[in-house]
């Protein structure tokens, strides 16, 4: 049975159908297990998302910032960055890695597609994507969090990683202060699981992800800079973490 969103959170938020605030939905309601066509077009567009600012949002600086985490995990090898969205990831770690990418967004990929023309791309969710091929590098930046059938596409990503391989995940959390502050003003419909560190952590340990390191990632959108840091000294306060997590065997590598 698909994992329900989480339901402790009370906060008003939009009907994901249409972006229009056809109706106001409350946490405690789970969202339908398809999400697949809330992340087209008007998502991207949309106020209560990224406002037409996806780029903005992911500037090259906080990209490369990512690529050397995913490197100190994994030097090289076949990487899935999963949620790739309009391919900004990909464009960086491709010298590095045999890189390939999935999203549930056709539109996302159109873009993706004409970025990164030579890297082979999948419409798909996580946890329906089925394929014979293991990956040394699994990365989630900013997905996992909105995903309903959330236990489903962890063991999915358990399944796609070699039995070296690491997955390299970022997702917000709301368990500190400054957490709490992101919540107060997060609008966005799909961000389902407002769940703290120590959830994440025993949410993917469960799914056969054993953590291996947490960092925090401070990231502040400033006039003309975007701020953007990760350091192990901020997991306890940041309000995202990026988890590295291994398969138990990748010590041997």
């Known amino acids: 049975m698909a994992q329900e969103a989480d339901k402790r959170t009370l906060l008003p938020i939009a009907s994901v159908e249409g972006w229009g605030g056809v109706r106001a939905r409350r946490r405690e309601e789970p969202f339908p297990d398809d ?3 809330a992340f087209e077009e008007e998502y991207f567009e949309c106020p209560l998302a990224y406002g037409g600012r996806y780029e903005s949002a992911n500037p090259h600086r906080k990209l490369t910032s990512y690529l050397r985490e995913v490197r100190e995990a994994r030097g090289g090898g076949r990487l899935l960055d999963v949620g790739c969205a309009f ?10 890695y045999a890189c390939e990418g999935l999203d549930t967004s056709a539109y996302a990929l159109e873009r993706a597609r004409k970025k990164v023309p030579d890297v082979p791309l999948y419409h798909a969710q996580i946890e329906k994507f089925v394929t014979d091929q293991r990956y040394d590098v699994v990365t989630c930046f ?3 969090e909105h995903v309903p059938a959330i236990d489903l596409a962890l063991r999915g990503v358990r399944e796609l990683l070699a039995p070296t ?11 500190s202060l400054m957490g709490r502050a992101v919540g107060f003003i997060d ?9 703290g560190r120590r959830e994440w952590a025993q949410r993917l340990e469960a799914n056969g992800l054993r953590v291996l390191r947490m960092k925090g990632i401070v990231r502040v959108p400033l006039p003309g800079y975007f701020l953007h840091f990760t350091s192990e000294r901020a997991r306890s306060w940041a309000a995202v973490i990026l988890f590295t997590c291994g398969t138990g065997d990748e010590g041997r590598a």
């Open 165 to 175: 391989g690491v997955m390299v995940a970022a997702i917000p959390v709301y368990d």
């Open 187 to 195: 609008r966005d419909p799909t961000h389902l699981h407002r769940w």
């Open 87 to 96: 391919g900004r990831f990909l464009e960086v770690a491709r010298p590095y």
């Open 142 to 144: 900013d997905v996992l």
């Open 35 to 37: 999400l697949r066509d």
